[in-house]
């Protein structure tokens, strides 16, 4: 194998699913960073959001593009709506009862799936897309698109949270609740805000999957454990670290399979957070410890 295709057949490959596992870190490293638990309905949230986007898809007969806005709008409202049901009313208890009440609702909305989309696999786009080269490095449209959308994300959400009223309000929570609290911040109204931008990034997360690969009703629940290494390994509360760690746990996976069967390609994530967990539970990136 040359150089050139150890790139096009292992780190392209892996830096776009690494750049869509980011993604749905960064909504995983909010929840922690701000609200204080993990959140296992994630990646269903995740499901959800691909399939919104595959029926405006086939409402309009459009791009798979054309529903992403949708799909994070509408995944948005649901995650409010999720926050308003679920959880509120456990914000004081132990923060146990909302990681357990998270994987209830997992379990109900991947049911909600399964009911409205049925359980077979479909795709956006059928048939096959031939690569362009870029110097010698091939990526396919939806490859080379996925990269921009990524990149779009996080530098928006960086900047948002950097230069905004409201983003310093979230920045201020998660350093210190109290402190912001004594300090004027509303702390219900950036509860809503990170839970609506929680859901827009799992929307987005999940279409850029089923983009790549394909739609079925489990995709969420196999993306979880990937995105929870990625958060931990970047650091927990860091968006840069989540992003940096999507891309080595993408690149892992893909990479693995030089050595490992191709169908052990998923456990790389799980020896990843083991042994960040054991090794430096901060991350990377000196985040929060679970």
């Given at each position: 194998m040359t150089f050139i295709d150890f790139i096009n057949f292992h780190i392209v490959p892996g830096v776009v699913l690494g750049s869509i596992y980011a993604v749905g870190a960064?909504?995983?490293?909010?929840?922690?960073?701000?609200?204080?638990?993990?959140?296992?309905?994630?990646?269903?949230?995740?499901?959800?959001?691909?399939?919104?986007?595959?029926?405006?898809?086939?409402?309009?007969g459009a791009s798979p593009w054309v529903g992403l806005p949708v799909a994070m709008i509408f995944a948005a409202a649901i995650a409010v709506g999720?926050?308003?049901?679920?959880?509120?009313?456990?914000?004081?208890?132990?923060?146990?009862?909302?990681?357990?009440?998270?994987?209830?609702?997992?379990?109900?909305?991947?049911?909600?799936?399964?009911?409205?989309?049925?359980?077979?696999?479909?795709?956006?786009?059928?048939?096959?897309?031939?690569?362009?080269?870029?110097?010698?490095?091939?990526?396919?449209?939806?490859?080379?698109?996925t990269l921009l959308a990524v990149a779009t994300i996080v530098i928006g959400?960086?900047?948002?949270?950097?230069?905004?009223?409201?983003?310093?309000?979230?920045?201020?929570?998660?350093?210190?609740?109290d402190l912001a609290r004594l300090s004027g911040v509303d702390n219900r109204h950036v509860t809503m805000l990170t839970w609506a931008i929680v859901g827009a990034l799992c929307a987005a997360a999940g279409f850029l999957l089923g983009l790549n690969n394909e739609l079925n009703s489990m995709m969420g629940w196999h993306l979880l454990l990937p995105m929870?290494?990625?958060?931990?390994?970047?650091?927990?509360?860091?968006?840069?670290?989540?992003?940096l760690g999507g891309l080595i746990v993408g690149i892992a996976e893909e990479l693995s399979v030089l050595i490992l069967p191709g169908q052990y390609k998923a456990a790389t994530a799980f020896v990843i957070l083991l042994l960040i967990l054991l090794v430096r539970p901060r991350g990377l990136l000196n985040g929060k410890v679970l």
């Amino acid at each position: 194998m040359t150089f050139i295709d150890f790139i096009n057949f292992h780190i392209v490959p892996g830096v776009v699913l690494g750049s869509i596992y980011a993604v749905g870190a960064i909504g995983i490293t909010m929840v922690f960073g701000i609200l204080r638990f993990a959140h296992l309905a994630h990646g269903d949230l995740a499901t959800m959001g691909a399939f919104i986007a595959l029926s405006t898809m086939g409402l309009f007969g459009a791009s798979p593009w054309v529903g992403l806005p949708v799909a994070m709008i509408f995944a948005a409202a649901i995650a409010v709506g999720i926050d308003k049901t679920f959880y509120d009313y456990l914000r004081d208890r132990p923060k146990i009862l909302t990681v357990m009440a998270s994987l209830g609702v997992a379990l109900m909305l991947r049911s909600v799936v399964q009911v409205v989309w049925g359980v077979d696999s479909t795709t956006y786009q059928r048939g096959i897309v031939r690569p362009d080269e870029y110097f010698g490095i091939l990526l396919r449209d939806r490859e080379l698109y996925t990269l921009l959308a990524v990149a779009t994300i996080v530098i928006g959400l960086e900047a948002f949270l950097r230069k905004s009223k409201w983003g310093k309000a979230m920045r201020a929570m998660s350093d210190n609740p109290d402190l912001a609290r004594l300090s004027g911040v509303d702390n219900r109204h950036v509860t809503m805000l990170t839970w609506a931008i929680v859901g827009a990034l799992c929307a987005a997360a999940g279409f850029l999957l089923g983009l790549n690969n394909e739609l079925n009703s489990m995709m969420g629940w196999h993306l979880l454990l990937p995105m929870f290494a990625a958060a931990i390994l970047g650091g927990v509360g860091r968006v840069e670290g989540a992003l940096l760690g999507g891309l080595i746990v993408g690149i892992a996976e893909e990479l693995s399979v030089l050595i490992l069967p191709g169908q052990y390609k998923a456990a790389t994530a799980f020896v990843i957070l083991l042994l960040i967990l054991l090794v430096r539970p901060r991350g990377l990136l000196n985040g929060k410890v679970l």
